[in-house]
Structures are given as structure tokens and as C-alpha cells.
């Protein structure tokens, strides 16, 4: 068995038991597939285990950069009340129609808003309706924008409120001192915002599985 079937195993042994798909997720999947959407999507324990930050942050409000076809949209949302709100930010139109397609599928239309367009075009517009501080942030878009991304989250939250950056790794690149990608300096970029920011506390960690080596960071907000 080679390395990454390996990891594609463990991770199919870990979803059996702790994360199953439910008809839902199973139908993002394939629909998303069909639509000729990338296949770079969370996989479910990625997925559960944003779920269980949200459950355990008592998130009612959460903000989502990069939609997809809204397979990480459905296990954020699955964990806010009947009156919670997630407001998730997609360039594509065609993403964000599957998306909606899917998230209004699982009955969770009420719960969840997907908005399109750049999100640095969506996010000055958000900041202007002044909503209610987000108790969580994941961002999953563009890597050349992620320091961005992550100066925008924290205008829009509050102190305590959790922000998870996806995919920092990029596959061992982040510390090839060589690599000059943009998905690449901008990833490193956000990771020195975190580790510098005053109003920041934050790690990354590396992962394997499904969806080969990579890595998430995970930054709280102080005071």
C-alpha cells in the first residue's frame, strides 16, 4: 500500500465511524462533481471537525470565504441554532448556484446566505451593514489573497472569536524559501500576520488524508 492510500484508508476508516456522509453531503459531492467543479473540497472528518469548533465556540454567527459547492457550508451551518446566521462569500456565479442548490437541498436555506463576487469586493460591503461580530471565520479561497482575508476577519469579529485559515501547507511549499508562487507568498504572509498580530494567538497544523498533505492554521482573537 503507498502512502497516500494509506491515508485515503485511515481517512475512510475515521468517516465510517466518526463522520459518515448523510444523503446531503453525499449529493454535494456528486453534484458538485457533475458540475465540473475542482474536487478540493474539505473531506467529512475536515469537515466534523469544523463543525465541532463552531459547536464548541457556541458560534451563532459565521462567516465562510469561499463557498465551493458547499460541502464545508453544510457542516458549519449544521452546528449554528434555528436562528443562527452564515454568510458564505463565492467568486464564481456557477459555484455559488450549485451551492445554493445544495445548501437549500439540506434545509438550511434560512440559515445560510452564499454572496457573489471577489471577496475583497464582498467584504468592505459586509463591514458597511455592520453586522453583529462573527463568532467564526473560515477562510478557503484564492491563497494569494489569505493575509487579506484574514485582516477583513478580524474587523468582523470580536475578541474570542475563532478564524481557520485552510490548505497553509501547500504541500510541504510554505517553507521552500525558493517557492515565490503567489499561493504560496500569500499563505506565509498570513501566517506572519498571525504570529505577529498583537490582537492574534495562533498555530498551524500540518494533516494528511483524502486530500493529500496539507495543513490548516487556527488563530483565536484577543482582546
Given at each position: ?23 446531503a453531503?453525499?449529493?454535494?459531492v456528486?453534484?458538485?462533481e ?37 460541502y ?7 452546528a ?15 459555484n ?9 437541498r ?11 463576487g471577489?471577496a475583497?469586493e ?15 471565520v ?6 494569494a489573497?489569505n ?8 474587523r ?5 472569536s475563532?478564524?481557520v485559515?485552510?490548505?497553509?501547507v501547500?504541500?510541504?511549499r ?22 505577529s ?12 488524508g483524502?486530500?493529500?498533505y ?10
Open positions: 500500500m503507498s502512502e497516500s492510500q494509506l491515508w485515503d484508508a485511515v481517512d475512510d476508516y475515521f468517516t465510517a465511524r466518526l463522520a459518515p456522509d448523510d444523503e453531503l453525499e449529493a454535494v456528486r453534484d458538485s457533475a458540475a465540473g467543479l475542482p474536487q478540493i473540497a474539505v473531506t467529512a472528518p475536515q469537515g466534523k471537525f469544523l463543525q465541532l469548533l463552531a459547536q464548541i465556540q457556541g458560534a451563532r454567527t459565521v462567516l465562510e470565504i469561499g463557498t465551493l459547492g458547499g464545508s457550508t453544510i457542516w458549519l451551518a449544521r449554528l441554532p434555528a436562528d443562527g446566521r452564515l454568510i458564505s462569500l463565492e467568486y464564481s456565479a456557477r455559488a448556484e450549485v451551492a445554493t442548490r445544495n445548501i437549500a439540506a434545509g438550511l436555506d434560512q440559515v445560510v446566505e452564499v454572496r457573489v471577489p475583497l464582498s467584504l468592505p460591503r459586509l463591514a458597511d451593514e455592520n453586522p453583529a461580530p462573527f463568532d467564526l473560515f477562510i478557503d479561497a484564492d491563497k489573497n493575509p487579506h482575508y484574514v485582516e477583513w476577519a478580524l468582523l469579529t470580536r475578541a474570542g475563532l478564524i485559515v485552510d490548505n497553509v501547500r504541500g510541504g510554505v517553507a521552500e524559501a525558493g517557492d515565490s508562487s503567489p499561493d504560496v507568498v500569500g499563505t506565509r504572509a498570513a501566517i506572519e500576520l498571525i504570529g498580530h498583537p490582537r492574534l494567538s495562533g498555530t498551524a497544523l500540518q494533516t494528511v483524502g486530500k493529500g496539507d495543513g490548516f492554521a487556527l488563530a483565536r482573537v484577543l482582546a
